[in-house]
């Protein structure tokens, strides 16, 4: 008796879980090999980089459908495993400015972003910044100089603020503005995605060289006078048409408590073919929505020797992330399949296959975001479990408020977070491949792979059959 007592009492004073030994066996389902088979195929050069609403997404939510159905999932969307929805798709047109017959064409001479309604040919003044100017630019357009771009997004929206409909950055350097459209101009010229209309009240956003605005006032840059403005004409049009895409669900009923709700999230679309070069994202995410099928797996093992999860648990592979967090947007803000007051947490799995340079000297790590901000219990209860299976380094330098990337709204989970759901974003950090071509199957550290995978395994499987729900405080 004293030698259990003991025991308990290591296991209390280093926070630990005592073993669930149901959830070691089918943890150890999920295997480095298993998840190298699936991400071979979802990144692979067939499915065309899985931007959404293409070919190649349509390939992966059929794949990861059929991966469901093979588990005996149930299909939860009126017997379908789609969660069907339209975005409107935006191909630019002519975009210029013109004086008289002479013009300045758009992503040859200056790019040009933004989401507001266009009508052709417009008559646009154009004034000179002033940064005391808490209002009155009467629908002007608004000029910045600025020898980079990096801090300048503050001043543009004080800009709007304070009446401004459009406005216009001078890059001083000629080398930085050619690198910049040189690296911009085929993403920007792409089709885009929305989920909503045009917005009439939209700022239009203007990047151009010294020679631009010099052509537009008649003068240089250093010449032209705070009092002094240009008046030129601007167009800027979009071709819009409807198209269709889907979430992917898999749904496994809890055996006691089956109304109450755990979610585990990745999406898996990317960003396409660019320039004629396939971006496999084999990271982004695809190393996320192959450890969700494997997670999957294991919880079905789980189930077919009758030791399922007391809670429900939803599977879901969320299309649109790389257009706006719209997949998982859709979910929770117009068709959530389940009520979100029943959703106990979300587990969100976004760029789990690389090694970061911070920690090249050791890879058994995973950043964890957002594990504390709306429950204290779910933040310790992954610390907990990390020590009792896993012992990876959790990193929590993403998670901080003031860390400038702001990953915590950047990933699907925000949108469960927003409505109140605790969340757990799991991250391998940043790497020179990330929306590149490069980004592919050969540089997939899948041992570590397998390790964090694991760690989401057991975090999911407390969560869904612990006796009570996490609480949100």
């Known amino acids: 008796m004293r030698k259990i007592t003991y025991a308990l009492g290591l296991i209390v004073a280093f926070g630990l879980l005592a073993q669930d030994k149901t959830a070691l066996k089918f943890a150890k389902t999920i295997t480095s090999e298993d998840l190298k088979e699936h991400l071979s195929i979802l990144a692979s050069d067939e499915y065309e980089g899985r931007e959404t609403g293409t070919k190649g997404q349509k390939m992966a939510a059929e794949y990861i459908a059929n991966h469901f159905k093979s588990l005996g999932f149930e299909a939860p ?30 992503f040859e001479d200056f790019v040009y972003y933004s989401s507001a309604e266009t009508s052709g040919e417009e008559y646009i003044t154009i004034v000179l910044a002033d940064e005391d100017k808490e209002d009155g630019y009467d629908g002007n357009y608004v000029l910045f100089s600025a020898e980079k771009l990096g801090g300048l997004q503050e001043k543009a929206e004080q800009a709007t603020a304070a009446g401004a409909k459009g406005v216009i950055i001078m890059l001083e350097d000629d080398t930085e503005f050619e690198s910049f459209i040189t690296r911009y101009s085929p993403y920007l010229q792409r089709p885009s995605l929305r989920a909503k209309a045009r917005d009439n009240e939209a700022t239009k956003l203007v990047i151009g060289d010294q020679a631009m605005i010099e052509w537009m006032f008649g003068k240089p840059f250093a010449e032209i006078k705070g009092n002094e403005s240009a008046q030129i004409i601007f167009n800027a049009d979009y071709l819009d048409k409807p198209v269709e895409t889907e979430n992917v669900l898999g749904y496994l009923k809890g055996s006691e408590m089956p109304d109450e709700l755990l979610i585990v999230t990745a999406h898996y679309d990317h960003v396409g073919i660019i320039g004629g070069e396939i971006h496999n994202g084999a990271d982004d995410d695809g190393s996320g929505t192959v450890t969700v099928l494997e997670i999957a797996e294991a919880f079905s093992e789980a189930v077919k020797k009758k030791k399922g999860p007391k809670r429900s648990v939803l599977f879901m592979t969320v299309t649109g992330e790389e257009k706006g967090l719209l997949g998982s947007l859709y979910y929770t803000d117009t068709d959530p399949v389940f009520p979100l007051e029943n959703t106990v947490a979300n587990l969100n799995i976004d760029m789990v296959g690389r090694i970061d340079d911070a920690h090249a000297e050791n890879p058994d790590y995973v950043y964890v975001i957002g594990s504390d901000k709306l429950s204290k219990e779910l933040h310790e209860l992954s610390e907990n479990v990390n020590k009792t299976y896993t012992n990876l380094a959790l990193d929590y330098t993403y998670n901080d408020e003031n860390d400038p990337n702001r990953f915590y709204y950047r990933s699907d989970h925000y949108n469960f977070a927003k409505n109140n759901i605790p969340i757990i974003f799991y991250f391998n950090g940043t790497h020179p491949d990330y929306h590149q071509p490069t980004d592919t199957i050969e540089k997939i550290a899948f041992d570590t792979m397998e390790k964090r995978a694991r760690l989401v395994f057991h975090t999911a499987w407390e969560v869904a059959n612990r006796a009570e729900r996490i609480k949100v405080d």
């Open 77 to 106: 969307v009126e017997g379908s495993y789609f969660q069907k929805f339209n975005l409107t798709e935006s191909s630019i047109g002519s975009v210029y400015f013109r004086k008289g017959d002479e013009k300045k064409m758009g």
